[in-house]
């Protein structure tokens, strides 16, 4: 069992930045990539980037491409999502999510087997 605890989200102005944090624990000895998803109310859940465990390779969505780094601390088992000049169409939930297959990129949320709860992001205009 892998648990993941997303954190960090908040109400932001645009143009701000916010940097979340997922916390993994558990058997995540199996974890192949680790990635960053978003689901806006009434809206298909959006692949943003993803990072492999051991290697540090990352990928990113077209969403995220220019304004937001992943990034992760294997001695801390956390991935990080730094995310700049915020927008309001960036206003979502964020989740984290972590998958042992090994097909990279992995892009899908079908792909993932663990998920954390969640982290609200919010940026007025």
């Known amino acids: 069992q892998v648990q993941l605890v997303e954190s960090g989200g908040g109400v932001v102005q645009a143009g701000d930045s916010l940097r979340l944090s997922c916390a993994a624990s558990?058997?995540?000895?199996?974890?192949?990539?680790m990635g960053w998803f978003r689901q806006a109310p009434g809206k298909e859940r959006e692949f943003m980037s993803a990072i492999t465990w051991r290697g540090g390779y990352t990928y990113y969505g077209d969403s995220a491409k220019g304004r937001f780094t992943i990034s992760r601390d294997n001695a801390k088992n956390t991935v990080y999502l730094q995310m700049n000049s915020l927008k309001p169409e960036d206003t979502a939930v964020y989740y984290c999510a972590s998958t042992s297959s090994s097909n990279w990129p992995t892009i899908h949320y079908l792909s993932y087997g663990y998920w954390g709860q969640g982290t609200q992001v919010t940026v007025s205009s």
């Open positions: 558990g058997r995540t000895v199996s974890t192949f990539a």
